[in-house]
């Protein structure tokens, strides 16, 4: 009995201890997110380990519109900025995909892209605080307040 529990508390701890080398994996710093012509993401939260030392994200549109109508991006930025970078966005007009040139706040952004596009942005987190308050957003005018959600780098996933 002793012998048995002895053996099991050792598989418990190299289960344990053997887990974490799984987020080392290139694939897990790599994230996926849709968005459709109904204006919305299809995750509300998007998680990757501390571990990852740069983000890959692609953003897919799913949907059939043109990006005029209905283009979609994918921006990252400090929580308590979402709400001014929208505004931003959308004085940066379409030429600019809706993100002002050389805007601090913005942490990471893809294209602006239509129904059947994607596009795919790789960026580093050196500048991530681990459990940071991060949000991302669609800044195509009107479209941030149903698209947006919480980017969580690092702590438990979700
Ligand atoms: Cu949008």
Redesign the pocket.
Known sequence: MTMLRHTLAVAALAAACCLPLRAHADDSCKLEIS?NDQ?MYDKQTLWVSSACKSVTLTLHHSGKLPKAAM??NWVLVNGPDLPAVANAGMGAGAASDYVPAGDKRVLAHTKLVGGGESDTVTFPTAGLKEGGDYKFL?T?PG?NAL?HGTFKFGGPPS
């Open positions: 968005a204006m283009g979609h669609c195509f479209h698209m």
